[in-house]
């Protein structure tokens, strides 16, 4: 069965790095897009980062451009996300999340996806 495991969160200050990482089994996904997404207490999963199978297309939230980084090393099944001048509004859980053969392009929204990690705690203090 395939499963999707996050690691990497934690406490930070504002302005700091975190590195997130999600490492596939069960199956291969080097074929579709994997991308992260988030949600905060009291609001709706939302958009982080995707990146197409090849790596070729990569699409960012506005409220992260130039501030994350999504990458993926398909030999290891896995996906990263290099987040740094994190700020206090990045507080959330973060879901790694894959695609699958059914996924037309490289989603932006929950639906496109079939495949959810357990989500990771991300706290940024100020």
């Known amino acids: 069965q395939a499963q999707l495991v996050e690691s990497g969160g934690g406490l930070v200050q504002a302005g700091g790095s975190l590195r997130l990482s999600c490492a596939a089994s069960?199956?291969?996904?080097?074929?579709?897009?994997m991308g992260w997404f988030r949600q905060a207490p009291g609001k709706e999963r939302e958009f982080v980062a995707t990146?197409?199978?090849?790596?070729?297309?990569?699409y960012y939230a506005d409220s992260v451009k130039g501030r994350f980084t999504i990458s993926r090393d398909n030999a290891k099944n896995t996906v990263s996300l290099q987040m740094n001048s994190l700020k206090p509004e990045d507080t959330a859980v973060y879901y790694c999340?894959?695609?699958?053969?059914?996924?037309?392009?490289?989603?932006?929204?929950?639906?496109?996806?079939?495949?959810w990690g357990q989500g990771t705690q991300v706290t940024v203090s100020s």
């Open positions: 999340a894959a695609a699958s053969e059914r996924t037309i392009g490289v989603p932006t929204t929950p639906v496109g996806y079939d495949y």
């Open positions: 990146i197409s199978w090849s790596g070729h297309r990569i």
């Open positions: 069960g199956r291969t996904f080097s074929s579709y897009a």
